[in-house]
T-cell receptor, first 114, second 111 residues
């Protein structure tokens, strides 16, 4: 059981470039999330999805886009990379229903924008 | 977004000592989660709490959901070197489905 898988693990971008961070989960979770983590800070929510075809903004959505075409996949798109987007990005998923509602995280994607 | 105040920011302790950390919120939460993050890894769930006053243990770890529903505590007993890492609290306030995170407590255990 792989859980939440993120790719790539590391990436360096030039200012203005675009890229997509991939996230897939095999736990049949309905909810998926993207967080960013900056040094000394907690995790800040970028976007989340409550199911295929449904997405919503979190605390820090500017500069990012998401889509959720399947239950398993939730890619995060950076259209015009800026130095302020240098961060570690974590994808997470959860099953929202009766019982335990907890977040399961991927291993993270470290992005540097130069 | 919600502000979670987590303290202390860092701790340096001797192996074998007990550790306590806490999180407070300005809003009422209906779920509190505690995570541990090792360098280069994603956070891993330690304990989940769903009811005010709930006290839950996971080995040497014990966490409590405050009765005011605005705070939570994590205690680690008899610390060992592998306890080193960053500990995060996370909370969810009704009726939302977003989890908000504290800024973390960095724990260093000195052998």
């Amino acid at each position: 059981n792989a859980g939440v898988t993120q790719t790539p693990k590391f990436r360096i971008l030039k200012i203005g470039q675009s890229m997509t961070l991939q996230c897939t989960q095999d736990m049949n979770h309905n909810y998926m999330y993207w967080y960013r983590q900056d040094p000394g800070m907690g995790l800040k929510l970028i976007y989340y999805s409550v199911g295929a075809g449904i997405t919503d903004k979190g605390e820090v959505p500017n500069g990012y886009n998401v889509s959720r075409s399947t239950t398993e996949d939730f890619p995060l798109r950076l259209e015009l990379a800026a130095p302020s987007q240098t961060s570690v990005y974590f994808c997470a998923s959860s099953y929202w229903g009766t019982g335990a509602n907890v977040l399961t995280f991927g291993a993270g994607s470290r992005l540097t924008v130069l | 977004g919600q502000q979670l105040n987590q303290s202390p920011q860092s701790m340096f302790i001797q192996e074998g000592e007990d550790v306590s950390m806490n999180c407070t919120s300005s809003s009422i939460f209906n779920t509190w989660l505690w995570y541990k993050q090792d360098p280069g890894e994603g956070p891993v769930l330690l304990i989940a709490l769903y009811k005010a006053g709930e006290l839950t243990s996971n080995g040497r770890l014990t966490a409590q959901f405050g009765i005011t529903r605005k705070d939570s505590f994590l205690n680690i007993s008899a610390s060992i070197p592998s306890d080193v890492g960053i500990y995060f609290c996370a909370g969810r306030s009704p009726p939302g489905n977003q989890f908000y995170f504290g800024t973390g407590t960095s724990l260093t255990v000195i052998p």
